[in-house]
């Protein structure tokens, strides 16, 4: 298994751009998280979703949106990017009370 | 909802030192407290966890012990080696009802062993 795999490593966006964070995992875990840590501040709650077709807001909703049409892809969008982004984002999925994390995508909003 | 302080921020320790960091919650129906370690550039990783009917559990050189009346629990961390070094991360569930998908991580310790 690969398990949760995230794409892409790295980007740098311009302030109104728009893009999607791919996450992924091959373990058909239902439950999936998406959160961002900034530096000193932990790791906080964006989205997430109980199964296919199911999502719900997280601490920091505002300025994503998310989808989970398969249980495997739970795809994170950003619509007009702002600085306040600048991030390193995971995405996780659970089994048995374990969330099993990703690599990480670290995002700079310029 | 539920609040998570963790305490140090930072922490320093020489090769074969012991290291404790401590945690802090405010809901006292929560019932399940994990710690996650993060290496530097690195994903976050569960090493131990304990849930309330326990008021310890120990894994090699790492324990855990909860105090439910205090609310709080604490990672111990013996023989400290400079592999340990890392941030360390402990939470608690979000929210009442026994469930424990949601968390509501701490802040984190930056630990550094020092060889």
């Known amino acids: 298994n690969a398990g949760v795999t995230q794409t892409p490593k790295f980007r740098i966006l311009k302030i109104g751009q728009s893009m999607t964070l791919q996450c992924t995992q091959d373990?058909?875990?239902?439950?999936m998280y998406w959160y961002r840590q900034d530096p000193g501040m932990g790791l906080k709650l964006i989205y997430y979703?109980?199964?296919?077709?199911?999502?719900d807001k997280g601490e920091v909703p505002n300025g994503y949106n998310v989808s989970r049409s398969t249980t495997e892809d739970f795809p994170l969008r950003l619509e007009l990017a702002a600085p306040s982004q600048t991030s390193v984002y995971f995405c996780a999925s659970l089994l048995t009370d374990t969330q099993y994390f990703g690599p990480g995508t670290r995002l700079t909003v310029l | 909802g539920e609040n998570v302080e963790q305490h140090p921020s930072t922490l320093s320790v020489q090769e074969g030192d012991s290291a404790v960091i401590k945690c802090t919650y405010s809901?006292?129906?929560?019932?399940?407290f994990p710690w996650y370690k993060q290496e530097l550039g690195k994903r976050p990783q569960l090493i131990i966890d304990i849930r309330s009917n326990v008021g310890e559990k120990k894994d090699q050189r790492i324990a855990v012990t909860l105090n439910k009346t205090a609310k709080h629990f604490s990672l111990h961390i013996t023989e400290t080696q400079p592999e340990d070094s890392a941030v360390y991360f402990c939470a608690a569930p979000k929210g009442s009802g026994g469930s424990n998908y949601k968390l509501t991580f701490g802040k984190g310790t930056l630990l550094t062993v020092n060889p």
């Open positions: 373990m058909n875990h239902n439950y």
């Open positions: 979703s109980v199964g296919a077709g199911i999502t």
């Open positions: 809901d006292s129906a929560s019932n399940y």
